[in-house]
DNA sequence: ACTGAAAACTAAACAGA
DNA sequence: TCTGTTTAGTTTTCAGT
């Protein structure tokens, strides 16, 4: 990254860095991994966050330690492209606790949706009870995750 | 989500919630969410780090605000199903910070990718220094998300 | 940008239901 | 065993330099 651009230094990305590993550090041992003082370290934290840089901070929970065994991915094909249309199906996803992730696609009129489901069995029945039933949809393709290989929320800085 | 199955208890799921949302509540104000005294709170939060509902806590970056404006799926054959050649690919994909998810997909032995980039540029520059020159790659198709309808780490309970 | 003090928070020990 | 109370030690926050 070139972080100029986005108006940062490299202490900045060093924070973004550190607190994507672990959200919960403290401002002092932060400080103390960027090699700043405390109270540096604190100012800056304050501005990444109200400046957006941070998003906000999270607990992530094990999908399989709740039962959410099963990752699926749904292509979903749209009747029309109006934005009627796809508004009206946006709204619905959102809806969806199950879908964790919602993307329109180029090329087409296609969506790609991110679902996790405790196993093949209840994904059928998410598939069912909210899926299928999502206004608009002409084709709906899902292909399952057998392993994920890799899950990190952690971008590159 | 039933969540006796999993030995957890309504507490627990709603100390879950609470926490997806907002991993940086402090220990006094959770408690008071979940209608809890601190210290009962605080052992319950305890247990389920040891034990692994909580795998972590992250600061979420917003990938627009450091210029990754642009997610690609790429869906990658591999020329053999051997475990050498998907642990080898595995491997190889797991080094690269672009890529933050990868899943082994049911069906045929193909991944689907997960990348982050700046732009179609940038992604270019990717595929050619990091993609295509992965080990045991076949065939390698790329699909831009145009708009990032719904994107959470929550996982519903 | 640093210091220091007040306020808030954490984490452990102890006690009762 | 689970919850609540107390307490000592940290951490955060903020005003002053």
Redesign the pocket.
């Known amino acids: 990254m070139n972080y100029q651009e986005v108006g940062l230094d490299s202490i900045d990305c060093r924070i973004l860095e550190v607190l994507q590993k672990d959200g919960r550090l ?4 932060l400080s103390e991994r960027v090699n ?5 370290c ?1 100012r800056r934290v304050q501005r990444l966050e109200k400046d957006g840089f941070i998003a906000g901070y999270v607990a992530l929970v094990d999908p399989r330690k709740i039962g959410r065994k099963t990752t699926v991915f749904v292509e979903i094909t749209l009747s029309g492209q109006s934005d009627e249309v796809l508004s009206g199906f946006e709204r619905a996803v959102a809806l969806i606790p199950d879908v964790l992730e919602c993307h329109l696609m180029a090329g087409s009129a296609d969506y790609l949706l991110k679902v996790v489901a405790e196993d093949a069995e209840d994904f059928a029945r998410i598939h069912r009870r909210h899926l299928a039933g999502l206004p608009g949809v002409q084709t709906l393709q899902s292909s399952f995750s057998l392993k994920q290989v890799r899950q990190t929320t952690a971008l590159p800085i």
Do not use: I, K, M, Q
Request: net charge negative; proline share 0%.
């Open positions: 403290s401002n002092a041992e700043l003082s405390a109270s540096a604190h």
